[in-house]
């Protein structure tokens, strides 16, 4: 029966060669065998298999049953029989180049029935042609976005100061800016004015004291005026404006305070009823404040704020030179500053002055930290998608073009524009999170923007729906997306792999009118000629390709889309040059 049936058996693939359609190889195998061959309690199948990583490996496809059911007659050939199935492989760099194998093999039907194999495998396609692998994905201008920095250093310096109850003079410790003011003083930038304000809080042992609030004020002036005349050479006494404020008995800062405090609105409405509705001096609403069932709250943390005292100081300074701004960053990122040491704008601005790309992720990832901009994500993310581009290991690169992805969609939602999106897309894109990307760019589209900008979408939206197998979807994306080299491209891709050889030659075309100089056009076009078996225009079209380029030579002795015709003299002589 075996001998019988591999007589007159024959096995066909389509499409041959085996051709990738996103991640897998979906193709059909149709067997024939004569009739001749059937017997009552035995079927005869053909195994397929495909061996692949250079013979090394050996997968089971499935099998082709002539069983009762499984077949038909062949209306062409009298007596022949048709098995036909559907199957589908993995498509991964390691399954290609590789063999589809057929065996033929006859078994018993009945349970634990015997089974006898044919001793030769018989190639019947090559694969794995992958046209996705030739998808034009082009760069767009990936830039810094402009940083900015005043380096203007005047302004007005405002500082608050805190006493201890009923005292008036200045605490060092923990809890005052006393050492920030000591600081600014010690500077020596030009002073020309300085407001002293100070004022008590309604408690007893500060408000019993009509002159405390003026005593406070007379104490930070005394203290700013001995620090200038001691520490500062640059400014002096006599030519400094001084202006003084002594709040005396007032409820202003209490309300406000108040107002802002984790109290209830009911807590809060009891408050103000108390100052403003209620009669009587100044102690006694204090004393009423006493009866108040949250009373404690306010002693606790109402009245410590109300001892205050604040010293505001105009003054003008020299711009800041660039080099102290990064050498202030470099002192932040080593934690020898604080961080407050320059503006959210300065410490963005620093990361452009240093040309080292490791330097300028930390700039930008302390920045992205600490004020959470969209600037700051977005150059983050550029960096690091600059960062990808100088990596040879592949494994690296997707690395970094996902976190470069994070960080753009990061800046994304904070100021969601196309332009953001698609940004994040295509870092997706790169590290080969196709899912994420396809969102992405949906995403981009949906923002609306330039039409520029929305084609640019549109032709990488195409080439990836391309590469995870959805040609449909890829042309009605193509449609939108205009004309460029790469849609040109990438329709053409496209054509081929529906059977559409002319006007898929047409497309390539048309990328050469766009970019002459361009090697992939040609090679294009051999490919097309090469499916409709025209060896004399794939050598042609060969030569232009490998004159241009001549790593083409190599790919073409291992494209499967010229193994008819490598050991032709037409196509040795197109690769001699």
Request: aromatic share 8%; hydrophobic share 45%.
């Amino acid at each position: 029966m075996l001998r019988a049936a591999e007589a007159g058996r024959q096995v066909r693939v389509s499409p041959a060669p085996l051709t990738a359609v996103g991640e897998s190889v979906p193709f059909e195998a149709t067997a024939f065998a004569p009739a001749a061959h059937l017997r009552k309690g035995a079927a005869y199948e053909v195994l397929l298999t495909y061996r692949y990583d250079h013979g090394l490996r050996l997968d089971t496809v499935g099998r082709l049953s002539f069983a009762p059911g499984e077949f038909t007659y062949d209306d062409s050939v009298k007596g022949r029989l048709v098995s036909r199935h559907r199957f589908t492989i993995p498509n991964t760099a390691r399954h290609s180049p590789g063999q589809l194998l057929a065996r033929g093999q006859v078994r018993e039907l009945k349970r634990r029935g015997k089974s006898l194999t044919a001793n030769v495998e018989t190639p019947v396609a090559r694969g794995i042609a992958d046209l996705a692998r030739r998808v034009v994905l082009e760069d767009t201008l990936l830039s810094l976005l402009p940083e900015r920095a005043n380096n203007e250093m005047s302004g007005t310096r405002i500082l608050p100061l805190y006493f201890d109850q009923g005292k008036w003079y200045i605490r060092s410790h923990l809890g005052t800016n006393i050492a920030a003011l000591e600081d600014l003083i010690d500077q020596n930038q030009r002073t020309q004015r300085v407001l002293i304000a100070a004022g008590h809080s309604p408690d007893s042992a500060d408000a019993h004291q009509p002159a405390l609030a003026s005593k406070r004020v007379k104490m930070l002036l005394y203290y700013y005026k001995e620090r200038v005349r001691n520490f500062s050479y640059l400014n002096k006494v006599e030519q400094i404006k001084f202006d003084t404020i002594a709040y005396r008995s007032s409820w202003t800062l209490f309300l406000k305070q108040v107002q802002h405090s984790a109290l209830k609105a009911a807590q809060q409405d009891s408050v103000v009823g108390i100052i403003n509705d209620a009669r009587g001096t100044f102690a006694e609403k204090e004393k009423a404040l006493h009866r108040l069932s949250f009373f404690d709250y306010l002693e606790d943390y109402v009245y410590p704020v109300l001892r205050w005292g604040t010293v505001a100081v105009s003054y003008t300074a020299p711009r800041r030179y660039d080099s102290e701004v990064y050498l202030l960053s470099k002192k932040i990122l080593e934690k020898e500053a604080d961080i407050d040491a320059l503006t959210a704008e300065e410490l963005r601005y620093s990361a452009t002055l240093t040309p080292l790309l490791a330097e300028k992720q930390r700039i930008y990832e302390l920045a992205a930290a600490s004020s959470a901009r969209w600037e700051a994500f977005h150059n983050l993310a550029v960096v690091l998608m600059l960062r990808a581009d100088k990596e040879v290991s592949r494994r690296v690169q997707q690395n970094y073009y996902h976190r470069a992805a994070v960080n753009f969609t990061l800046a994304a939602h904070r100021h969601p524009t196309a332009e953001l999106f698609y940004r994040a897309a295509n870092a997706h894109h790169r590290a080969d999170e196709r899912l994420e990307a396809l969102a992405d760019y949906d995403y981009a589209l949906k923002q609306g923007g330039v039409r520029a900008t929305l084609r640019k979408i549109f032709a990488d939206k195409a080439a990836l729906e391309i590469q995870i197998g959805q040609p449909e979807q890829a042309l009605a994306s193509l449609r939108l997306a205009g004309p460029s080299y790469q849609n040109a491209m990438n329709q053409a891709l496209l054509l081929v792999q529906q059977g559409g050889y002319e006007a898929a030659a047409t497309q390539y075309r048309s990328a050469l009118a766009l970019r002459p100089a361009a090697a992939a056009p040609h090679y294009g076009l051999a490919v097309a000629a090469a499916r409709q078996h025209d060896e004399a225009g794939a050598a042609q079209a060969l030569r232009a390709a490998v004159l241009l380029d001549r790593a083409l030579a190599t790919q073409a002795v291992e494209d499967l889309e010229f193994a008819e015709y490598v050991q032709g003299k037409a196509f040795r002589e197109a690769l001699r040059l």
